[in-house]
Structures are given as C-alpha cells and as structure tokens.
C-alpha cells in the first residue's frame, strides 16, 4: 500500500495551500465509492454509486473543509476556533483543533443534534454550548462574537471550508475518468452543493473531465427555504444535519442548480427514512438519515420518469449512521431477551 498523502498535500496545486500551510491530517478524504445494485434494480439506472462521506475521520464531510480551515486557522497564528453546528461540524472542527492543539468551542441548537456527534465534540475536548434556538440562531451568535474576539470561525461562511469539500468532486472524476451524468445531494446549509459544483467545474476547465454533472438537491420538506424560495423561521426534519431555515450558501446553491441545468427539490421524512433503511437493509450502507435524502431524491425523480439518459450517477452519503443511533433504534421494535438455550434462540428467530 502506498504511503497516505494528506488531502492538503494531495491537492496543494488546487487549494489556497502555501509552503507555510501546515499539512495537517487525520486521514481525511479518499472516501470510498461504492455500487449500489439494489438502487440499480429500482431505478432502471445503469450506474448508481454511493460516496460514503461517512468514511472520513470524524465520520463526515465535513473534514475535508475542516482540515483546511483549521490548516490555515494555525498559519494565519490563530489560537482558538469557534462554529455553529447541527452536530458534525462541531464534532469535526473539536477534532481538527486538538489536533492541531488549539482551542475550540462549538455553539449547537440545544435538544436538535444527534447524541453520536455530541459526544465526539466532548471527547475531543471542545468547549460545547447549547443556545435555546436553531442552528440560524447559533449561526448569528457566532457571526457575533466571531466580530469582537480573537477567534476563527470555522463554518462554511469561512471560504477554506467550501475549497477543501470540493475535492470529492475531484476523487469521483479520477475515479471515472470523467463527471458522472448526474449528482445527487443533501442541501441544509448548501456549502457542500457548492463545493461539489466548484470542484466538478475547475475538473472540466482543466481537462480532466469532459462534462459536469447536472446538480440535485434535496431539503427536507419542513426545512426547504431554497425550494420555497424564503427563509423557514422554524425549521422541521428529523434529518437534523439539514435542519435549516437560512442556508448561507443560497446564491451559490442556485448557481449550481441553474448552471448544470439540475434542480433542488423537498423530499418528506417519511421519504428520508425509507431511503435510509433501504441503504442499510438492501445495500448494507448505514449513513444517517439526513444523507438519505439524496437517495430519497435519486427514487423520487427515477419514479417520476424525470432521469432518462442518466446512466451514471453518483449520490453523496454525507455521513455516517452511527451518527445518530437513536433514529436507527426506532427502525424496529425492541431487542428480546431470551434464556440462553437453543430452544428459546430458536423460538425467538423463527
Ligand atoms: C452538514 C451536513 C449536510 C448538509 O451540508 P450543507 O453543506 O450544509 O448543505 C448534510 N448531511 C450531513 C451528514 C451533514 O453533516
């Protein structure tokens, strides 16, 4: 096996990456893509591949930002680091920062993140704040304090986060030579829909792929400010990582949805969770719910006829289930407990 190149590094000629840029790693990027027969088979589509984003360090995306903004955080001499975060944010940048021996505080929406991706921000050590609100309201609170204290604000608004995603884009086109005909994504706060979509253009300006993707987001039906076209003051899906009623990405979403001819679309939880549970029960793939929504999307439209001629296309799984494992407890009954003979094993697995 190769030694492991750190994403930095790998991609240094297509990132804001300087000789002083340290090439902090966790091991980030190089996610695998994986087929997924059983979509195959109920989509009539040629191709249909899972990039399983819930493969990264900190088990999502958002290390591939993360690691460049903290990267350029500790060469711009920053000591401490500060986001908002529906969970794996805070989870990834409390990672990067120990590593990186600064200081970290995130800022969530109390009672709305999943219980995987709290305690990774307690383990890594960073100082985690609940604000009675949503993530919008956490999102304007750092904007805030990020104004008056010496802190770098590590969300999406911070422009090394968008650059550092787009490398996915990057990792399918090497994979297949070329774009896939079509993408399919999550969209909250629409920073990754925007990283992909730089990512997939500068791969076709520079030869590298002969076409772009058409773009497809999905929101979930009660958080769908883009697909409304106005913010959701209260927004509701039990995908919490897309629980958001003003993505700061706004612009550059529809950019990306009008320039590759694409759409950004609501799918209902009930959608998000029966994709969900066909991925880990048809595909053996486990991600966690608000990454379903890009397979619920890929069904609605193949059911609707709308993907003709589309046969290769890619769906981001932007994390990993063990995320969330209160969501995969309700996708059965309780676990019985039974007398340890054959007879009762038996019984019960009948
Ligand atoms: C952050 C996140 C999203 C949404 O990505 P945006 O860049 O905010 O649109 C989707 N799924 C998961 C698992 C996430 O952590």
């Known amino acids: 096996m190769p ?3 750190p994403l930095i590094e790998r991609y240094a000629a297509r990132l804001p990456v300087t000789a002083k840029t340290p090439r902090l790693t966790l091991g980030e990027g190089g996610t695998p893509l994986v087929r997924a027969p059983g979509l195959e088979r109920e989509t009539g589509i040629a191709e249909v591949w899972l990039k399983i984003e819930g493969a990264n ?3 999502s995306f958002k290390d591939r930002g993360m690691v460049m903004a903290v990267a350029k955080a500790v060469e711009s001499k920053a000591t401490a680091v500060l986001c908002a975060s529906t969970g794996n944010t805070a989870a990834s940048a409390a990672a990067y920062a120990a590593r990186a021996s600064l200081r970290c505080a995130v800022i969530l929406p109390a009672g709305y993140v999943a219980v995987g991706k709290l305690v990774q921000a307690i383990a890594f050590g960073a100082h985690v704040v609940a604000v009675k609100g949503t993530f919008d309201d956490a999102l304007r609170v750092v904007r805030e304090v990020g104004a008056s204290e010496d802190v770098t604000i590590v969300n999406s608004i911070n422009p090394y986060r968008i650059d550092g995603q787009k490398t996915a884009a990057f990792e399918i086109v090497e994979t297949f030579g070329d774009a896939p005909d079509a993408l399919f994504i999550p969209v909250g706060n629409a920073g990754n829909i925007t990283a992909y979509w730089r990512g997939f253009t500068e791969a076709a300006a520079d030869g590298l792929a002969k076409k772009r993707p058409v773009m497809y987001g999905f929101q979930a039906e009660g958080a ?14 039990l995908a919490t990582a897309i629980r958001i009623g003003t993505p700061a990405s706004w612009q550059t979403a529809l950019a990306a949805r009008d320039e590759s001819g694409g759409a950004i679309e609501a799918v209902s939880d009930e959608q998000i969770v029966e994709a969900y549970a066909f991925l880990a029960r048809v595909e053996g793939v486990f991600c966690e719910p608000a990454s379903a929504a890009s397979v619920a999307g890929l069904r609605a439209l193949a059911q609707a006829g709308r993907l003709r001629g589309r046969d290769r296309v890619v769906c981001v799984l932007t994390g990993n289930g063990l995320k969330d494992p ?24 009948a």
């Open 224 to 237: 769908a400010p883009i697909v409304r076209g106005a913010p959701v003051e209260h927004p509701e899906t």
């Open 57 to 59: 360090p900190t088990g």
């Open 326 to 349: 209160e969501r995969a407890r309700t996708l059965a009954g309780e676990v019985l407990e039974v007398e340890p003979s054959g007879v009762a094993v038996r019984e019960a697995i």
């Open 3 to 5: 030694m492991p190149v």
